[in-house]
């Protein structure tokens, strides 16, 4: 029978089309341009790491994982956190391994965020947040950041300073969450000790839980400490901390990453998880748990890459880009208001047909796309390609 009939599909997400990384990626590797733009490292990781992988590939461990992560990793993980942050979570009921840091947050984010509930984001904000909320039935609420040049009414303002107070204005008892991301993708700012205080003080008498992803955590330059939400008592108890081995230890292809979360948090978490993957790549897990044994592997990263940021800005220095430096991430972003006041999305197109030096219009990163003529550039690529990036973006 010949029938007209078409089931009519509603998109859940009608405004979402595909990622900006996927998009100057696929233009970068068409026009053979330096690709500074989707966030990944130029250069592969340690050998060491991918023979401990064949190691237990070989001795097959090729079968599901359990549903929270191979016990040694989740072990690994609560004894990082216990080094480093002074942080007690209990590796069976308080961590939980996950496929990479997106499926960490989209569950985090599930288990808590209910249809009409607002969460309060800061924006300019990494693509994921804002679609796991709304699929939910959540509403965003957005604290707009801004680089320095644009608003000069906050005193003493450095790129992308939180204003607390409209924070607080912002707060309404419909909100159940407050999203937090430091080191800050795509600005590379880093939360300080008061941005933590006064996030505490906000939400210590209010049924408010936060996600922190905080997947730069290890990569913060000029001396900078990470100051990761678990080490506020009052935030640790209501907090979901998300990490990722991708950033990490230069495996952003293997999506392996974690949520660290008090136990009633994480027996949520996981109610998710179990059905969104059940479980994470199983040879991986053992081999990143004795990875994680040498904490060298991950302290060298400030060092490295505070190298490669400067090895990129000492390149621009005669440009006429204006920036102030990372303070962590592998991301750089700069002012091009004193070349051109073309938007940033269009200059990021020519640069990348023209000059060969792809990178992210920040613009992307907003709601309204806001545009204040800034680009993202990710420096984790070898010295070689940085200079030669450098070089043809100082003759704009
Ligand atoms: N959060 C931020 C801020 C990121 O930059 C990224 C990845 N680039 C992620 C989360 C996702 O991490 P993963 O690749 O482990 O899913
Ligand atoms: N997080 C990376 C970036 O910001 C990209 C991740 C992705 O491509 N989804 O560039």
Redesign the pocket.
């Known amino acids: 029978m010949n029938t007209t009939f078409r089931p009519s599909l509603q998109s859940k997400l009608p405004a979402v089309g595909t990622t900006i990384f996927t998009v100057m990626s696929k233009l970068a590797a068409e026009t053979g341009a330096i690709n500074l733009s989707q966030?990944f490292p130029g250069f592969d990781c340690s050998p060491e790491l991918v023979s401990l992988v064949e190691r237990y590939l070989r001795k097959g461990f090729n079968q599901y994982a359990p549903m929270t992560g191979v016990p040694a990793l989740r072990e690994a993980l609560a004894q990082k956190a216990l080094e480093q942050y002074a942080v007690a979570y209990d590796p069976d009921s308080e961590v939980t391994v996950t496929s990479?840091?997106?499926e960490a947050?989209f569950a985090a984010i599930t288990a808590v965020v209910r249809p009409g509930d607002e969460v309060i984001v800061f924006e300019p904000a990494?693509d994921?947040y804002v679609p796991a909320i709304e699929l939910n039935g959540g509403i965003p609420v957005f604290v707009t950041l801004t680089p320095s040049e644009v608003d000069s009414s906050i005193a003493n303002a450095s790129d992308y300073t939180i204003d607390w107070q409209e924070v607080s204005h912002k707060i309404t008892d419909k909100t159940r969450l407050i999203l937090v991301?430091t080191p800050h993708?795509p600005t590379g700012r880093v939360w300080t000790a008061d941005d933590i205080q006064q996030l505490a003080d906000l939400v210590h008498d209010r049924d408010i839980w936060v996600v922190s992803?905080e997947?730069y955590e290890h990569i913060l330059f000029d001396g900078r400490v990470h100051h990761s939400l678990m080490t506020h008592p009052t935030l640790q108890e209501r907090t979901f901390v998300v990490g990722?081995f991708?950033k990490t230890f230069h495996i952003?292809g293997w999506?392996v990453?974690y949520c660290l979360a008090p136990k009633a948090l994480t027996t949520e978490f996981r109610k998710i998880h179990q059905y969104l993957t059940f479980s994470t790549v199983t040879p991986i897990q053992y081999a990143l748990a004795d990875y994680l044994q040498n904490p060298g592997h991950y302290r060298q990263l400030p060092d490295f890459y505070q190298r490669k940021r400067d090895l990129f800005l000492d390149g621009l220095r005669q440009s006429r880009f204006r920036f102030n430096p990372a303070e962590g991430s592998f991301f750089q972003t700069v002012s091009y208001a004193d070349i051109t006041d073309e938007p940033d999305y269009e200059l990021a197109v020519r640069l990348t047909k023209e000059i060969g030096v792809a990178s992210i219009p920040v613009s992307v990163f907003y709601k309204q796309k806001n545009d204040y003529r800034v680009l993202r550039f990710c420096f984790a690529k070898d010295d070689a390609i940085l200079r030669e990036a450098a070089e043809r973006l100082s003759h704009l």
Do not use: E, H, Q, R
Request: proline fraction near 0%; hydrophobic fraction near 20%; charge should be neutral.
């Open positions: 966030g990479g840091a997106t947050l990494y994921s991301n993708n992803d997947v990722s991708g952003t999506k990453g």
